[in-house]
């Protein structure tokens, strides 16, 4: 087992979203870690503990390297993955806190949530992690909850807002744009036929908001230093077209070259409207002008 090199100041969650309730987090660990001198470290699971318990996982919010970045871009020094799986499930409190927090860790000081459960059958709770670490050399402490007047900022608030396709809404959340990341794959080129040339995206983890139109900012992941460029994307089966397989694709505004096999990742500004069959491709291509200038108007681009 390895172990950290240095005392720890640990934050614990599965993070995912890395939501303003999730930065608010990293932030007071942070904070309490610089006051004493130890690392801040973000300890989070993947795959989620829901799956490998068989009780079906969320919708994915983040990919699990955006996860890692959004947490060192809230604060923490580092950001450790445990691999969750059955044998972690089955640990005690105690042996979660000994073996894990205590040896492989170093801690000195736990940051979690109020309601934050551990250990086989989610049978620690806070009160047992505080007494528990008062016997192993470490402290627990309860992070203030952050929210607005909504409600507390949670990853089931996010869901809900993106599956209601509520986009502002997510984001707010967020504290910045849902994203989703796919690479650019072969398509039947049909909106090229058409004049508008699109980006077919393959491989998307994260969770899709409904069928529809959306504006959105494309950044190229294959190319450092890159700017985002604006976009409108289109989820859904094209009705219109075939009605039958589920595309993500995008039409970069600003134009573009071939991009197969090049990772692209999209931003949601705003839903345009959603998903309509429509009278031909002449009634769709006349539809897709009224979306490039609807989304031109939502970007603040001219």
């Known amino acids: ?62 990919t699990l390297p955006s996860r890692i970045e959004l947490l060192v871009a809230s604060g923490a020094h580092r950001a450790i993955v445990l691999p969750f799986t059955k044998e972690l499930a089955s640990f005690t409190p105690e042996k979660f806190a000994h073996d894990l927090l205590h040896e492989r860790l170093l801690a000195r000081i736990v940051v979690v949530g109020e309601n934050f459960r551990f250990g086989c059958n989610r049978a620690g709770n806070f009160d047992s992690l505080r007494t528990l670490g008062a016997k192993l050399g470490f402290s627990a402490m309860a992070a203030d909850i952050a929210g607005d007047e909504s409600g507390r900022f949670s990853s089931s608030r996010v869901r809900s807002a993106i599956a209601a396709g509520d986009i502002p809404a997510a984001n707010t959340v967020l504290g910045r744009m849902h994203a989703v990341t796919g690479v650019v794959e072969q398509g039947d080129m049909l909106g090229r036929t058409i004049g508008f040339r699109t980006a077919n995206l393959g491989g998307i983890v994260e969770m899709l908001p409904p069928h529809g139109v959306y504006a959105v900012w494309v950044t190229n992941l294959a190319t450092p230093e890159t700017t985002s460029v604006p976009g409108v994307m289109n989820i859904g089966v094209r009705p219109t077209v075939d009605g039958t397989k589920l595309r993500v694709e995008v039409h970069l505004l600003e134009g573009a070259p071939d991009l197969y096999g090049v990772p692209l990742r999209a931003y949601f500004v705003e839903r345009l409207r959603g998903e309509v069959k429509l009278g031909g491709l002449h009634a769709l291509k006349t539809q897709i002008e009224k979306d490039i200038v609807r989304a031109r108007s939502v970007l603040r681009i001219t």
């Open 1 to 62: 087992m390895i172990r950290e090199l240095q005392a720890t100041t640990i934050a614990i969650g599965n993070f995912d979203g890395v939501h303003r309730g999730h930065q608010s987090i990293i932030r007071q660990a942070r904070a309490i870690a610089d006051a004493h001198g130890l690392a801040c470290v973000a300890l989070t699971f993947d795959p989620h503990p829901s799956e490998v318990l068989g009780r079906g996982a969320p919708a994915r919010l983040t």
